[in-house]
């Protein structure tokens, strides 16, 4: 079948078993060449992946269009959302039959399945995001220095990442400070609601940051060793980078580009400071081998390792199609 998108007004009944993938451009995405070879791995037979394509900030009667015809398609299995996390369970919570505790205490949507118990919404970032973390920053790095975080954009990726860095339960091996920085107020004004609901004693500190100026000052003033997230969408979902050219990361630092396909300006200008400064350079593909796999055990009620073997395997299936 083609790659070629939907849209909320181009809905039309699923002929297989399918999952969609709710984005702004899902059809460039490596997905479309992943999904083939993990549904055959997984004996998930004549399964289909088929994207959705909404604007950023899309209407709210289109989200609920599209969950209501999930809910109502037989064979539509469930969905993964990305980019519209937040906005898709703003406008269609009420939708939903039942929510998981990680999508209610999140605020958002990243992954739709159906079951016994109806339609169901879920919150797979703290999971998938923390998985991801682990895998490129060893246990007792916090521990070791006074290093911050840094997340640029308050979106659902920052939320569940500062939950993830914060949760009292990792002792003395969380950041000194948890900075986030966007553009507009009203996401600060939610992920700050957010914190405030954590159980934490995690300094956290937002900086509203329109210009990419705004954002270098705030790296500017992190301490040696710390983190700095780009998890804005830009680069992928929009041209260009939160940073500019000349702003200069932490020293000894590390840098994670949340996005693995497009126009990766913060990659590069994090890559052009690896070693002078970084320490370490990230960009999303391990974020997106969590995140898939653990959207897709979800959809079609198999269990999927996230590390070992099996794991390994279907990451080598994917990394083929890079």
Same mark, same amino acid.
């Given at each position: ?5 939907? %849209? ?170 948890? =900075? ?21 004693? %995690? ?25 700095? =997230?780009?998890? %804005? ?90």
């Amino acid at each position: 079948m083609s790659p070629t998108a939907m %849209t909320a007004d181009t809905l039309r009944p699923a002929e297989v078993p399918t999952l969609y993938f709710i984005g702004v451009s899902t059809a460039s995405s490596s997905i479309q060449s992943v999904f083939p070879r993990w549904a055959a791995e997984l004996g998930l037979g004549v399964a289909h992946l088929q994207g959705i394509d909404l604007p950023l900030h899309a209407p709210a009667e289109h989200y609920r269009r599209v969950v209501e015809f999930i809910a109502a398609d037989p064979l539509s299995l469930g969905a993964l959302v990305t980019t519209h996390k937040i906005d898709l369970y703003r406008a269609a919570a009420d939708l939903f039959d039942s929510t998981d505790r990680f999508a209610t205490m999140m605020g958002e949507t990243s992954c739709i399945s159906k079951s016994d118990a109806g339609l169901i919404c879920h919150a797979k970032d703290p999971i998938s995001s923390g998985l991801a973390l682990d895998a490129f920053v060893p246990a007792g790095y916090w521990r070791a220095s006074s290093a911050d975080a840094l997340c640029i954009g308050a979106g659902g990726s920052t939320i569940a990442i500062s939950w993830y860095l914060s949760q009292e339960e990792r002792g003395d091996d969380r950041p000194a400070r948890i =900075v986030v920085s966007n553009r507009s107020q009203l996401r600060l004004d939610h992920i700050r609601e957010f914190h405030a609901g954590l159980d934490t004693d %995690t300094e956290f500190e937002y900086v509203l940051a329109p210009e990419a100026q705004d954002n270098d000052r705030a790296m500017a003033a992190l301490a040696a060793g710390s983190l700095v =997230v780009n998890a %804005t969408g830009l680069g992928k979902d929009a041209p260009g980078s939160p940073i500019t050219d000349a702003g200069r990361f932490p020293s000894a630092g590390l840098a994670w580009e949340l996005n693995y396909r497009g126009d990766l300006v913060f990659l590069d200008q994090a890559h052009a400071q690896e070693g002078s400064r970084l320490q370490h350079v990230e960009d999303g593909w391990v974020y997106f081998l969590h995140g898939w796999t653990q959207v897709i055990g979800e959809v079609f009620h198999v269990d999927i390792p996230t590390s070992g073997p099996t794991f390994d395997r279907l990451s080598d299936l994917a990394r083929a199609t890079r």
